[in-house]
Nanobody, 118 residues
Framework: QVRLEESGGGSVQAGSSLRLSCRASGYGYRCMAWFRQAPGKEREAVAAICDSPFYADSAKGRFTITQDNSKKLMYLQMNRLKPADTAMYYC????????????????WGRGTQVTVSS
């Protein structure tokens, strides 16, 4: 089992930037990913990284996912944030084939809140 801990969320104004971090402890994953869930909405993919990065359409051009060489730290640099980006952001890890599907991941963090005001 992998333990995941997110950090870096906060309340910002539209157009601002935030960097989320996820620290993994343990082993047993090939891919890591960021998902988000807004109140009343389903959890949706933001980005994933295995050997390469993958992005949901909502993240392309604004967000960048990276991972350190140890693959224990993952980051999500979020630029030009919009109110629509407001959500709880979750880190996930697993042996995913379809890397932007939540069901492909078996380890999840507790989330970090991102709130973007207009």
């Amino acid at each position: 089992q992998v333990r995941l801990e997110e950090s870096g969320g906060g309340s910002v104004q539209a157009g601002s930037s935030l960097r989320l971090s996820c620290r993994a402890s343990g082993y047993g994953y090939r891919c890591m990913a960021w998902f988000r869930q807004a109140p009343g909405k389903e959890r949706e993919a933001v980005a994933a990284i295995c050997d390469s990065p993958f992005y949901a359409d909502s993240a392309k051009g604004r967000f960048t996912i990276t991972q350190d060489n140890s693959k224990k730290l993952m980051y999500l640099q979020m630029n030009r944030l919009k109110p629509a980006d407001t959500a709880m952001y979750y880190c996930a890890a697993g042996y995913a084939d379809r890397v932007l599907e939540a069901g492909q991941y078996n380890s999840w963090g507790r989330g970090t809140q991102v709130t973007v005001s207009s």
